[in-house]
Antibody, heavy 118, light 110 residues
Framework: QVQLVQSGSELKEPGASVKVSCKAS????????INWVRQAPGQGLEWMGW????????TYAQGFTGRFVFSLDTSVTTAYLQISSLKAEDTAVYYC???????????WGQGTLVTVSS | QSVLTQPPSVSAAPGQKVAISCSGS????????VSWYQQLPGTAPKLLIY???KRPSGIPDRFSASKSGTSATLGITGLQTGDEADYYC???????????FGGGTKLTVL
């Protein structure tokens, strides 16, 4: 069965970096893009962008350029989200999602809570 | 402010039915498919509807959806307390070249 398993919660100080992993299994990794979705505490879902699992080419939504980096290691069918220069407003649950086609998110990771606090 | 507009909350009694609206524009709902997601408290969202009106396997037929022009509607019949959740619509916006979600609707089953 298809699964996306994310790394555990992180507590980081402002200015630090964090790398969230998303291990995919149960399907051919390169047949579906991986998208990232952010949910701030008590807020709605926010699309961050996606990475083409065939080419490794990332696309970032407005507001997620510069400090956010999507990457892959296809040898271990894992996608990564790295956030640098963390700010308090980056505190959120980050989800990796498998995209069947154009925002048809059929499988979701369990989410990774990133807390930025001094 | 989301590009896709949903009511913040809806409520109904057990056994009743409810409709949740999602309003957009020609660049998103008007020309692209809409999906609907259910997020139960403390859990990751789950795909409820795709391609405007199709249910993935395992989603009961109490859940239905439709789209007309730049608006979409999710309907839930035979409400159960276990349906209490946040519901989100999602679509692609061709003008922005971006994915987007509605602001979410909290369903309360009274």
């Amino acid at each position: 069965q298809v699964q996306l398993v994310q790394s555990g919660s992180e507590l980081k100080e402002p200015g630090a970096s964090v790398k969230v992993s998303c291990k995919a299994s149960g399907y051919t990794f390169t047949t579906h893009s991986i998208n990232w979705v952010r949910q701030a505490p008590g807020q709605g879902l926010e699309w961050m962008g996606w990475i083409n699992t065939n080419t490794g080419n990332p696309t970032y939504a407005q507001g997620f350029t510069g400090r956010f980096v999507f990457s892959l290691d296809t040898s271990v069918t894992t996608a990564y989200l790295q956030i640098s220069s963390l700010k308090a407003e980056d505190t959120a649950v980050y989800y990796c999602v498998r995209d069947n086609k154009m925002i048809e998110f059929d499988y979701w990771g369990q989410g990774t809570l990133v807390t930025v606090s001094s | 402010q989301s590009v896709l507009t949903q009511p913040p909350s809806v409520s109904a009694a057990p056994g009743q039915k409810v409709a949740i609206s999602c309003s957009g524009s020609s660049s998103n709902l008007g020309n692209n498919y809409v999906s609907w997601y259910q997020q139960l408290p403390g859990t990751a969202p789950k795909l409820l509807i795709y391609d405007n009106d199709k249910r993935p396997s395992g989603i009961p037929d109490r859940f239905s959806a439709s789209k007309s022009g730049t608006s979409a509607t999710l309907g839930i019949t035979g409400l159960q307390t276990g349906d209490e959740a946040d519901y989100y619509c999602g679509s692609w916006d061709s003008s922005l070249s971006a994915g987007m979600f509605g602001g979410g609707t909290k369903l309360t089953v009274l």
